[in-house]
């Protein structure tokens, strides 16, 4: 069992940055895959990115790459994402995500089905 906190979401303003964090609790949080979802108002939920639970892979959707990183720091059971050069596009509510925990050292998904644990999200407003 993971539980996940977000924390770092904010108003800004167009081409500020943010950094999102996520907190988990549970022994096995370095063998988890981990990501970010958002979602805007009357918008489905879409990936933003993803990391492997060893951190050697990464994915990004391609509205945000360039701009934004996600990173893991296993000792401190935590996941980032920076977000740089935001817009007002970006509006949304920020979900942390994890999976079940049984994929290999590069695994990463794009799917919200493949994620089995979710963050109750936190808010990013950009203002233009």
């Known amino acids: 069992q993971v539980q996940l906190g977000e924390s770092g979401g904010g108003l800004v303003q167009a081409g500020a940055s943010l950094r999102l964090s996520c907190a988990a609790s549970?022994?096995?949080?370095?063998?988890?895959?981990m990501g970010w979802f958002r979602q805007a108002p009357g918008n489905e939920r879409e990936f933003v990115a993803g990391?492997?639970?060893?951190?050697?892979?990464?994915a990004y959707a391609d509205s945000v790459k360039g701009r934004f990183t996600i990173s893991r720091d296993n000792a401190k059971n935590t996941v980032y994402l920076q977000m740089n050069s935001l817009k007002p596009e970006d509006t949304a509510i920020y979900y942390c995500?994890?999976?079940?925990?049984?994929?290999?050292?590069?695994?990463?998904?794009?799917?919200?089905?493949?994620?089995?644990?979710w963050g109750q999200g936190t808010q990013v407003t950009v203002s233009s």
């Open positions: 549970g022994r096995t949080f370095s063998r988890h895959a």
């Open positions: 990391i492997s639970w060893s951190g050697g892979n990464t």
């Open positions: 995500v994890a999976d079940a925990g049984y994929g290999g050292s590069m695994y990463v998904s794009l799917v919200p089905s493949a994620y089995r644990y």
